[in-house]
């Protein structure tokens, strides 16, 4: 069977929790029209969803919402976003 290694591609992103929407969210964010974020009592509780390729999907705290190559966006779980991606130092 033949193995492949993913591509290494530069990605914006941008993680989903209550301090990071109170401060607001980057510009990338901001101009996306398939994403809606809320905020329910008092900013306690924080949510949203996407509309992305394979259909409208959930963001929940802490989640990472990924702006991808071709400038879709998706939301990926923090624990997979960690094994998946490094922070680009300059």
Not at 34 to 53: F, H
Not at 57 to 65: G, K, N, V, W
């Amino acid at each position: 069977m033949k193995k492949y290694v993913k591509k290494p591609v530069e990605i914006e992103a941008w993680q989903f929790t209550k301090k990071n929407y109170v401060d607001g969210a980057p510009q990338f964010i901001r101009q996306a029209k398939d994403i809606n974020l809320w905020s329910q009592y008092g900013g306690d509780e924080i949510g949203g969803e996407i509309k992305t390729l394979e259909g409208v999907m959930t963001i929940s705290e802490d989640d990472y919402i990924i702006k991808g190559v071709q400038g879709e966006f998706y939301p990926c779980k923090p624990d997979i976003f960690h094994l998946t991606y490094d922070e680009v130092t300059e």
